[in-house]
């Protein structure tokens, strides 16, 4: 018999405020003790299976209150992340976190703002931010943009307007209808790229993969070549896409030259900027994005080498417009008015794909005015301090050479014989004591160290190097033996 129950209470508040206000407390001082002592601890612990079949299973019907979970949080979830605040975290391109990022996200979810759009303070700062994001690139007033999820989505929206300026109004009812676009990036352009073409419904072939110099960057006489042959050929060329921080080497393609040939071309420029776009801050670095104030479109993400939490792209147009032709459109239920909360001219879901979005803005506005540009440039400094200390390392070692230019915060480097890389990747790993990844350098592994990490020091890069030094001599033993 199913009894409602009255004494219970229908709303989700605490019963108790003093209590959560207890565990609450206690909850956000055991996230900064773990953050504090992360030094202290493997890299990396991989899940245990018993962690595994613990988890979820089956979706409970009756809740069993915040303090038991907590204690699942602890034992289930805090040991088994994927490292990446560590300073000896060197694999992939991922941000740290900070300090103030973990009070950042607590207040967001404090407030629960969505931020589609409406009148309210969280729609504005964003687009202050949006402004002064425009500002750092030298952008008109004209610029617009919003956050999204990360560069992949950054650069799918650049895409999509990128369609919409060459096919105009027309795409938005009819569709493509066979135009035979052609868009143009370099052979070491981000996967995403190639993905959102396909996303775009142009498929991968559509992209032009353009070969590189030596550094890794585009060839711009190639570049004009392939525009050339395919406009020969019947097809519209419509896009380039640079790359300012390649994910292999941390290239930067020649972006002024870029601009030039787009404006000669009549493409549109997007930059991916994933995480060399904020390179604007720091002095040393900023001459690298030279003419980037001249694309047409920036994907870029904060949670890179910004160090917001996860997650936190944006995509930064121009022209504001270029956006709201992609995407506004007029439903009913998201009609403005002239005053109150339903009125403000631009909404965030007039220039992306997302309605209900949060409020990632406020972590971003936090860091930036906790910490300023110049801490943030300056870290990114150091990170390719540390590149260059791991590459001379390198260099010096009769175990290692280097597999490609480092000319950034990423240095690839390889064993004599590359089939070692991934053992000793996998090694570091299951050890915790450091976590490069690996990439593929003309089909062979070699270990690549992305130094993104605000904490990562001198040191930790030499407690690294000795360790994969280590390790490498035990393979070759091992090798020799076997
Ligand atoms: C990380 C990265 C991306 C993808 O960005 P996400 O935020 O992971 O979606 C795209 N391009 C480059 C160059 C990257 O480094």
Redesign the pocket.
Known sequence: MNEIPHEKPYHLDPEDWAAFRRLAHRALDLAIEDLESIRERPVWVETPDWVKDRLVSPIPRQGKGLEAVLEDFYQLIQPYGVGNRHPCFMG??HGAGTAVGIVAEMLAAGLNLNCGGRNHIGVELERRLAAGLAAQFGFPASADGIFV???????FIGVLAARRAALGEPLRERGLSGAPLTAYASAE??G??AQALEMAGLGRNALRSIVCDSQGRIRPDLLREAIRADRKSGMTPFLIVG?A???NFGAFDPLDELASIAADEGLWLHV?????ALAIFSDALRPLLSGVERADSI?F?F??WAHVPY?C?FILARDGDSLRETFSAPAAYLSRAKKGLASGETWACDLGPDLSRGFRALKVWMTLQSYGTESLGAAMDANCAAARHLAALVNKSDLFRLAAPAPLNIVCFTTERPEGNRALVEALHLEGAAAPSLTLIDGNPVIRCALFNHRTEIADVDIFFAKAEALARQLIAYECSG
């Not at 999820?149 to 650069?155: C, K, L, V």
């Not at 991916?272 to 060399?276: C, I, M, R, S, V």
């Open positions: 992939w391109a999820t990360g560069t992949s989505q950054a650069n352009a981000h995403c790229v790359t921080g390649t994910v991916d900027g994933a995480f060399g994907g993400d949670h890179k997650d792209g």
